[in-house]
């Protein structure tokens, strides 16, 4: 939705809901500036697997088509792995089928499309028998297999100690995120 004001100053927004539930992701505010700087729109969903994205694709599709974006990036992977909810080659086929239907979806203007390859859960096996890496190996896959995809690689960042780390040993803290900027800073301004 877009609301256009008479003038630059302050207002006053007021959000209701008529029924149901409503999710509001945000507001931004421009004057002037929409088509200047960066802007992110960001769709994380605490214990999403990628099963759980493909079966909200009609409210993706929404979000993605509004944003019209040059770059889409997908970290999908963890959750497959850290819930057992999908095998290494389901996760690659949901990968699959989340980049085909990006393409469709956003025919008119394609963005570059770059697959995250989440950090390393260490070596137990899943309640499927699967190993963390097993789950990277899949990831690998689906970017050696279409040049067009790039592939952001953590791999070599681990969770398992240090400042990193957020309270849950998983989640990336501030000094975490921090050194995932950088590394996403990095892999953006070379060349792919």
């Known amino acids: 939705m877009h609301l256009a004001l008479p003038a ?6 007021r959000i209701a809901a008529a029924s149901g539930t409503v999710y509001l992701e945000g507001v931004t505010a421009y004057n002037g500036d929409e088509t200047k700087g960066i802007r992110l729109v960001a769709d994380a969903h605490a214990g999403y697997d990628s ?6 694709r ?3 599709n ?3 088509a509004a944003a019209a974006p040059d770059l889409v990036t997908i970290d999908w992977g963890a959750n497959d792995y850290l819930n057992a909810t999908h095998t290494p080659a389901q996760l ?3 990968l699959n089928s989340e980049i085909a239907n990006l393409r469709s979806l956003l025919a008119a203007k394609q963005p570059s499309v770059v697959v995250v390859l989440p950090y390393s859960f260490g070596t137990a096996r899943n309640s499927l028998g699967y190993v963390w890496a097993d789950y990277a190996a899949a990831i690998r896959a689906v970017t050696a297999a ?3 995809v790039g592939l952001m690689d953590l791999s070599g960042m681990s ?3 240090g400042n990193i780390s957020a309270y849950d040993g998983i ?3 501030d000094q975490g995120q921090a050194v995932l900027a950088g590394i996403a800073a990095t892999y953006l301004t070379s060349s792919h």
Request: aromatic share 4%; charged share 10%.
């Open 159 to 161: 969770t398992g100690g």
């Open 92 to 94: 690659t086929a949901n």
């Open 146 to 148: 279409d040049p067009t």
């Open 58 to 60: 009609a409210n993706l």
């Open 171 to 173: 989640h990336p803290s």
């Open 8 to 13: 630059a100053g302050t207002h006053t927004l």
């Open 62 to 64: 929404k979000l993605v």
């Open 51 to 56: 099963s759980s994205y493909l079966a909200d």
